[in-house]
C-alpha cells in the first residue's frame, strides 16, 4: 500500500525559509506527479505547485514563484518544497499530494500534512 | 490567482438531494475537463470524490456525482446522510499547467 509521509511540524520566524519532505513508500514514484497543497487555519486548500520525478520539471502558481521550489530525490523517493522568505500569513499546514496518474490534476493520495508555524 | 466560485454553505436533509455548483472561467472549468471534487471532515485529509468532470474513484459511493455546463461544473449528492456533512471543494486544470481551488462549501446536514 503507497503511502505519503511528511516531515513533522516546524516553528519559523518571519523572513526564514523551510523545508518539508515527503516521502512515498510501497510503491511507483517516478511515474506520477506530486503536487504541493496548503490550507491556512480555517481556510480551503491552495496549490502552491508540483513536479514530475522522472522528467524533474517543476512548475508553480503565480502566486508562490520565486519564493517556492520543489524538488525529488528518486534514489529515496522524497519530494520536497522548501518555502522562503516565511511570513505570519504562510502558517498553514502543508501536504503534499499525488495523481492519480501522469498528469491528472486530481489527487488520490495525500501525505499526512505537516504544519509550518510562522512566528516571531 | 482567483479562487473558482463555491457557494460558502448549502444545507439538506437527510434523504434529499443537493447540488454544489463550482463556477470558473473559459480558462478553467470551461476550457477543460480536468475538474475534480474533494470531501474533507474537521481534521482530515481531502478525500478525492469525483475526477475528470464526471469519473468516481472505486470505493467512491455512487450516491456523488459530477457534471458541467460551460463555465460551472456541479457536484450532486443523493440520499444525503448524516456523514455527508463536510466541506467540499472544487479544482480544476487552469492554463497554462497550473490548478486552482474553489473556496469551498460547507455542507450542513440538517
Known sequence: QVQLVQSGAEVKTPGSSVKVS???SGGTFSNFAFSWVRQAPGEGPEWMGRTIPILNIPNYAQKFRGRVTITADESTNTVYMELS??????T?????????YLSSWSFDLWGQGTLVTVSS | QSALTQPAS???????SITLSCTGT????????YVSWYQQHPGNVPKL????VTNRPSGVSNR?????????ASLTIS???ADDEADYYCTSYRDTSSLVFGGGTKLTVL
Open chain 2, 49 to 52: 470524490l469525483i475526477y475528470e
Open chain 1, 92 to 100: 498553514a499546514v502543508y501536504y503534499c499530494a499525488r495523481d492519480r
Open chain 2, 26 to 33: 473559459s480558462n478553467d472549468v470551461g476550457g477543460h475537463n
Open chain 2, 10 to 16: 448549502v444545507s439538506g436533509s437527510p434523504g434529499q
Open chain 2, 79 to 81: 440520499g444525503l446522510q
Open chain 2, 64 to 72: 456523488f456525482s459530477g457534471s458541467k455546463s460551460g463555465n460551472t
Open chain 1, 22 to 24: 515527503c516521502e512515498a
Open chain 1, 85 to 90: 522568505s516565511l511570513r505570519s500569513e504562510d
